[in-house]
Antibody, heavy 116, light 110 residues
Framework: QVRLVQSGAEVKKPGASVKVSCKASGYTLTAYYIHWVRQAPGQGLEWMGWMKPNNGDTYYAQQFRGRVTMTRDTSITTAYMDLTSLTSDDTALYYC???????????WGQGTLVTV | QSVLTQPPSASGTPGQRVTISCSGS????????VNWSQQLPGTAPKLLID???QRPSGVPDRFSGSKSGTSASLAISGLQSEDEADYYC???????????FGTGTKVTVL
């Protein structure tokens, strides 16, 4: 079955960077886009961007451009999200999610809590 | 920023029908498919209704979605206690070039 397993919780100081990993199994990583979504405590869902794992193409939400980088290592079927210049506003649960056959997210990781 | 507007809360007794609205615009719901996700307390979101109004395997048929113009709705027929969760609509927005989520609706089973 499709699984996305994310790395563990992180605690960072303001100004630092964080890199969250998302290991895919049960399907071919390069066949589906990976999106990243975050959720601040008690808040709704905020889309950060997507990555095309077959060629590494990315598209980031305007509010994160310049601070976020999405990459992948196809040899270990893992996607990564790197966020720099962290502030307390970046404290949130970060999710990776697979885009299904249409423009919807059909499988989600368990989430990674980043505390700044 | 959320450009899809949902009511903050909805409630019903077991067995009742509950409907959640999602209001958008031409650039998102009007031109693109809408999907719905369920987020149970303390868990990751889970796809409930895809953009073709289909339920993924394992989702009960008491959940259904519809769309008309620039609005969409999620209906829960025969509400059950395990349906207490947050529900989010989502769509691609052509103008923002963003994937956008609704503001979220908390469903309470009385």
């Amino acid at each position: 079955q499709v699984r996305l397993v994310q790395s563990g919780a992180e605690v960072k100081k303001p100004g630092a960077s964080v890199k969250v990993s998302c290991k895919a199994s049960g399907y071919t990583l390069t066949a589906y886009y990976i999106h990243w979504v975050r959720q601040a405590p008690g808040q709704g869902l905020e889309w950060m961007g997507w990555m095309k794992p077959n060629n590494g193409d990315t598209y980031y939400a305007q509010q994160f451009r310049g601070r976020v980088t999405m990459t992948r290592d196809t040899s270990i079927t893992t996607a990564y999200m790197d966020l720099t210049s962290l502030t307390s506003d970046d404290t949130a649960l970060y999710y990776c999610a697979r885009q299904g056959l249409g423009i919807w997210l059909d499988h989600w990781g368990q989430g990674t809590l980043v505390t700044v | 920023q959320s450009v899809l507007t949902q009511p903050p809360s909805a409630s019903g007794t077991p067995g009742q029908r509950v409907t959640i609205s999602c209001s958008g615009s031409t650039s998102n719901i009007g031109n693109n498919t809408v999907n719905w996700s369920q987020q149970l307390p303390g868990t990751a979101p889970k796809l409930l209704i895809d953009g073709n109004n289909q339920r993924p395997s394992g989702v009960p048929d008491r959940f259904s979605g519809s769309k008309s113009g620039t609005s969409a709705s999620l209906a829960i027929s025969g509400l059950q206690s395990e349906d207490e969760a947050d529900y989010y609509c989502a769509a691609w927005d052509d103008a923002l070039k963003h994937y956008v989520f609704g503001t979220g609706t908390k469903v309470t089973v009385l």
